[in-house]
């Protein structure tokens, strides 16, 4: 009896072993369920979104606005102090080099170039007096003392240089007149006229605008965040406004300095067929840094830039990885990686906020 007694209370204590077994498995294979479905350690975690970086072509372009304008542009200044007494032109006009656009008050030169004329006339008269003088001294032979055909000799060459010297003031005042005279430098258009008849002009202030606008350019500047990737020949779409067309055309001169009150480096784009268009009008340029080179690209709002350089985060299993990167600063939603990256890495696309090491979950599609 005491035998059956001890194995009973042996087989109640196996049993209850088993159920505390049991009960233990089965709470143990409940919390890791949960912790599988629940995930607790990425209660902290932040929601991102993250694309493959690949190699692709890729074309830099940079877009700009700038005006039409003439590549030969003349300011037109009087050569003297004057009044105008005629116009001859207006904005508009068409005029070949030479033409006349104004005249100024010339009474007081012409008076002068007659003083000198009539001094030259006189001078003249006064040199056939001295060699008619010398002539007959010569006819004389050794009749005439060698003194007196020396001294007629001496007045004559002094009758000549005297000659000489009032024709060259007739010449000098002649030319001061021809001043008076506002002539054309070049063929062109008028594009300003800045006097009206009865002002006094003087040599500082312009009088009238010429260009040639039988050859077109477009002046721009670019930022100098860009000068150093802009040089002479790289290929533009040219777009003028009020025109569905575009053209073509190319860089033909990129100014050796920055304007360092603007930060703008002035560029000159060239069309590469002739166009007709008023001066002013404003022209959309694309111009073409870069064209078709495999490149990897990644979003401007997955690059965070700091003084010590550029970063951008990875998606590394389930976390925000930071990685250095060489950027290539562009006016583009999409910027070039020069170095950081390879094909395949896995990029967060929006990276304000993140630090490195942090808890991500994948945002789903």
Same mark, same amino acid.
């Given at each position: ?60 372009? *940079? ?13 037109? $200044? ?5 009044? &105008? ?12 080099? /030479?033409?006349?656009?104004? $005249?100024?008050? $010339? @009474?007081?030169?012409? %008076? ?7 001094? *030259? ?11 008619? &003088? ?14 007196? =055909?020396? #001294? ?12 000489? =010297? ?17 002539? @054309?430098?070049?063929?062109?258009? +008028?594009?300003?006229? $800045? ?40 290929? @533009? ?26 930060? /703008? *480096? ?27 080179? #495999? ?16 970063? +951008? ?6 976390? %925000? ?15 070039? &990686?020069?170095?950081? *990256?390879?094909?395949? #890495? ?20």
């Amino acid at each position: 009896m005491q035998d059956a007694g001890i194995k009973e209370e042996t087989e109640g204590g196996r049993s209850r072993r088993w159920w505390i077994v049991a009960v233990l498995t089965i709470a143990v294979i409940i919390g890791a369920v949960s912790l599988v479905w629940f995930r607790p350690w990425t209660a902290n975690a932040v929601t991102v979104v993250t694309e493959t970086v690949q190699p692709g072509p890729v074309s830099r372009i *940079l877009a700009l606005n700038g005006q039409i304008a003439a590549r030969t542009s003349v300011s037109v $200044h009087a050569s003297v102090v004057g009044t &105008v007494i005629a116009l001859l032109v207006d904005e508009g006009s068409e005029v070949k080099a /030479g033409y006349i656009l104004a $005249h100024l008050d $010339h @009474a007081q030169q012409d %008076a002068i170039v007659r003083q000198a004329e009539a001094a *030259l006339q006189e001078g003249i008269v006064a040199q056939t007096q001295a060699a008619s &003088v010398y002539n007959r001294a010569r006819e004389l032979g050794d009749n005439v003392a060698d003194a007196v =055909r020396e #001294d007629a000799n001496n007045r004559l060459q002094s009758a000549a240089q005297e000659v000489d =010297r009032l024709r060259a003031g007739v010449d000098q005042a002649t030319i001061q007149l021809d001043r008076y005279t506002v002539r @054309a430098p070049i063929d062109g258009t +008028v594009m300003e006229r $800045h006097v009206d008849p009865g002002q006094l002009v003087d040599t500082a202030s312009p009088l009238f605008v010429l260009a040639d606008l039988s050859d077109l350019i477009v002046e721009t500047s670019v930022d100098e965040t860009f000068a150093t990737q802009i040089s002479p020949g790289l290929r @533009a779409v040219l777009q003028l406004v009020g025109s569905a067309e575009t053209q073509e055309g190319h860089v033909s001169f990129v100014s050796p300095r920055v304007d360092t009150a603007t930060g /703008g *480096l002035a560029i000159r784009i060239d069309f590469d067929a002739p166009v007709q268009a008023p001066a002013g009008l404003t022209v959309t340029a694309n111009i073409i840094v870069a064209e078709g080179t #495999d490149e990897i690209t990644v979003p401007r709002s997955a690059i965070i830039t700091a003084p010590s350089g550029s970063t +951008v985060f990875k998606a590394v299993g389930r976390k %925000a990885v930071a990685t250095p990167v060489k950027v290539i600063d562009w006016p583009a939603e999409r910027l070039v &990686v020069t170095d950081g *990256l390879s094909g395949g #890495d896995v990029v967060i696309t929006d990276a304000v906020g993140l630090t490195d090491g942090q808890a991500i979950r994948l945002s789903k599609p």
